[in-house]
């Protein structure tokens, strides 16, 4: 029977060989250089068969695939050419075979199926609603934050795009940096903390798919290069003073931030996790503070502390409860939003300027150069009057204490520390500045 002149047929012969039993029907190639001489195992060796129709079928498959191989080539723009040229030929630069590289990338992406056009952005909410029990608000709320301003960047990447190493690197400098300059955020710790939710992220990621094993994240990660140029140092910490401290408590007492003042000042508490606090933390009876294990930054253990740990501390936070209401337990202890408070403290500060260091001119931005002065005076003058294992306990620090002992008061804040701790809740009857190292404790 003569054959169509476009027929599969024609590349390959089936011969019957009486003396093989089982598979007596061999397939052979011929003519394969119209195809383009494919060097595919396939194509390069005999094929038995059981019978006459299975060698047919399987002679046929495989030349309409080549075929079809061979018209997709040919619809191809001279564009489209160049590029798979160039990327072969920056391949083959490497001292990569790239016809191998291409088979390999090709098996990677059929290994992990279905993920392999899956967009990140796609795991985004099964991630999120993972962790809702986990996350505080306040959490909840910058995680979302970052993901809106990141959804039409890196979220639209596909899963394939992280499993090499060097691309995955590219990508997330590209975020982070597209994400500094969306906006006042020029500090390494800023950019830092953008890259740690990426870095969670892809972890959960990689849950789901194998080939994003937790060593490729790591690799990733620990990439130098990865971080943008030209970030901003975080500002030193520079310690309250213990005159600045008897201003804000005067003159924001009345504000209804008299607790999470009172608290940042004589626990050196941290502005996010106080946002979380309810008054319920203050055990009255016990005369001990008590902060469950999920609203501490480690979440490692409760933080628990007497009254008796801290000078005055018992007399203060009463002073905080009464002039913030009388609050219920329930009730949260700072009551406005962050923004809101730092807007108060802010106001208050450059009311003052003088006070704060500067010369009344220039409007001094406590994140900027006043930074964790609340905190690092409890730390500072705290060390000064308590051991370092009670501050470690109650400021949830054990490693970086010495961070926030104040350059300019470290050489000498024997007697700021005797000022400030000092300070009582009927000292702030006497006039702003008259602060005395005599002064005793209760």
Not at 86 to 106: F, N, S, Y
Not at 319 to 338: F, N, T, V
Request: proline residues 4%; charged residues 25%.
């Amino acid at each position: 029977m003569k054959l169509k002149k476009n027929s599969a047929e024609k590349f390959f012969t089936i011969t019957h060989l009486k003396k093989r039993t089982r598979s007596p029907f061999r397939l052979r190639w011929k003519a394969l250089s119209s195809l383009g001489s494919p060097d595919a195992p396939d194509f390069r060796t005999a094929h038995y068969f059981p019978t006459e129709n299975e060698a047919k079928i399987f002679g046929i498959r495989l030349v309409e695939e080549l075929q079809q191989i061979g018209s997709l080539a040919n619809s191809m723009s001279d564009r489209e050419r160049m590029d798979i040229l160039r990327t072969a030929a920056t391949i083959k630069q490497k001292g990569v075979d790239p016809v191998k590289a291409m088979e390999e990338g090709l098996r990677l992406l059929i290994s992990y199926g279905e993920n392999a056009e899956k967009q990140i952005g796609d795991f985004w909410e099964p991630y999120r609603t993972r962790n809702a029990e986990k996350w505080s608000t306040l959490h909840k709320r910058a995680q979302q934050a970052f993901y809106e301003s990141v959804k039409d960047g890196i979220m639209r990447e596909p899963v394939k795009a992280f499993l090499n190493k060097t691309n995955a690197i590219g990508i997330i400098r590209h975020c982070l940096d597209s994400y500094k300059s969306g906006g006042k955020r020029h500090a390494l710790n800023t950019i830092k903390h953008a890259r740690s939710k990426i870095r969670s992220f892809l972890g959960y990621i990689s849950e789901q798919v194998d080939q994003l094993s937790t060593s490729l994240i790591t690799d990733i990660f620990t990439a130098k290069t990865i971080l943008p140029a030209r970030l901003e140092a975080e500002a030193d910490n520079v310690s309250i003073t213990a005159a600045q401290a008897k201003y804000l408590l005067q003159h924001l007492q009345g504000q209804g931030i008299a607790g999470w003042l009172v608290l940042k000042l004589f626990m050196g508490a941290r502005t996010m996790l106080l946002q979380n606090w309810n008054w319920s933390i203050i055990n009255w009876e016990d005369q001990v503070v008590h902060i469950p294990k999920r609203l501490t930054k480690l979440k490692k253990t409760d933080v628990k502390f007497s009254f008796s740990e801290v000078p005055n501390f018992e007399a203060w936070v009463k002073w905080a409860w009464a002039k913030d209401g009388h609050p219920k337990p329930q009730e949260k202890i700072a009551r406005y939003s962050q923004p809101t408070i730092t807007r108060k403290v802010c106001k208050a500060i450059n009311a003052r300027r003088n006070l704060f260091g500067k010369d009344g001119r220039v409007t001094i931005i406590p994140a900027k150069e006043l930074r964790n002065f609340m905190r690092s005076g409890f730390i500072t003058y705290g060390i000064e009057r308590m051991s370092v294992g009670t501050v470690s306990k109650i400021a949830e620090d054990q490693f970086s204490l010495h961070k926030y002992i104040a350059s300019d008061v470290a050489s000498g804040n024997r007697p700021e520390s005797e000022r400030f701790w000092s300070l009582t809740p009927e000292s702030l009857e006497s006039p702003e500045n008259d602060i005395s190292p005599s002064m005793k404790s209760p």
